[in-house]
T-cell receptor, first 121, second 116 residues
Framework: DTGVSQNPRHKITKRGQNVTFRCDPI?????LYWYRQTLGQGPEFLTY????????KSRLLSDRFSAERPKGSFSTLEIQRTEQGDSAMYLC???????????????????FGSGTQLSVL | AQKVTQAQTEISVVEKEDVTLDCVYE???????LFWYKQPPSGELVFLIR??????QNEISGRYSWNFQKSTSSFNFTITASQVVDSAVYFC?????????????FGIGTKLQVIP
């Protein structure tokens, strides 16, 4: 059984360049989350997918950020015109819906990938 | 708004000592969930435990135990007889349902170093 997979593990880019990260969740998980973690901080929520639908976006997600999950399986997170402030660890997590249906009950266990460490020079 | 406070940013203990990681939370919801996650140097957060707001029973799992006290809004985590493999960053998290999905707020984490 494979866990959540993220690629690449590390990305170094120059300011102004575009970058794209990929997340492959656990296959039977229909919920997918992107988080951002900066040094010395906890993960901060960026966006959420249920199957292919992007149902929630944080105010942290500026117009330069876009996420997709085209077939309800893997997801990509793209950052356009990167800035030095975008340097962070980008974490992907997936989960099953809670027992009893698709409604959010708040108790889902999140399975995280190892993250993509982005450094913008 | 939700808030999770982990006042201890770094703790060092000698192997075999017991250590308690503190977590204090704030929420206006009556139904919520609390979690602890472990982040080893590899970076992948690993789920340790969840507790719902209606269940104040303490829990023990091997060397790990959790003390949930609603009266003080605390959910503390104790490691008994610590081992070097316990060295990691530990995150306390609070979850509520918002718009049909799980909105999780993490604390800033406590970095635990267990010295052999």
């Amino acid at each position: 059984d494979t866990g959540v997979s993220q690629n690449p593990r590390h990305k170094i880019t120059k300011r102004g360049q575009n970058v794209t990260f990929r997340c492959d969740p656990i296959s039977e998980h229909n919920r997918l989350y992107w988080y951002r973690q900066t040094l010395g901080q906890g993960p901060e929520f960026l966006t959420y997918f249920q199957n292919e639908a992007q149902l929630e976006k944080s105010r942290l997600l500026s117009d330069r950020f876009s996420a997709e999950r085209p077939k309800g399986s893997f997801s990509t997170l793209e950052i356009q015109r990167t800035e030095q402030g975008d340097s962070a660890m980008y974490l992907c997590a997936s989960s099953l819906p809670p027992v009893g249906g698709q409604g959010g009950h708040g108790n889902e266990k999140l399975f995280f990938g190892s993250g993509t460490q982005l450094s913008v020079l | 708004a939700q808030k999770v406070t982990q006042a201890q940013t770094e703790i060092s203990v000698v192997e075999k000592e017991d250590v308690t990681l503190d977590c204090v939370y704030e929420t206006r919801d009556t139904t919520y969930y609390l979690f602890w996650y472990k982040q080893p140097p590899s970076g992948e957060l690993v789920f340790l435990i969840r507790r719902n707001s209606f269940d104040e029973q303490n829990e023990i799992s091997g060397r790990y135990s959790w003390n949930f006290q609603k009266s003080t809004s605390s959910f503390n985590f104790t490691i008994t007889a610590s081992q070097v493999v316990d060295s990691a960053v530990y995150f306390c998290a609070l979850s509520e349902v918002s718009g049909g999905y799980q909105k999780v707020t993490f604390g800033i984490g406590t970095k635990l170093q267990v010295i052999p």
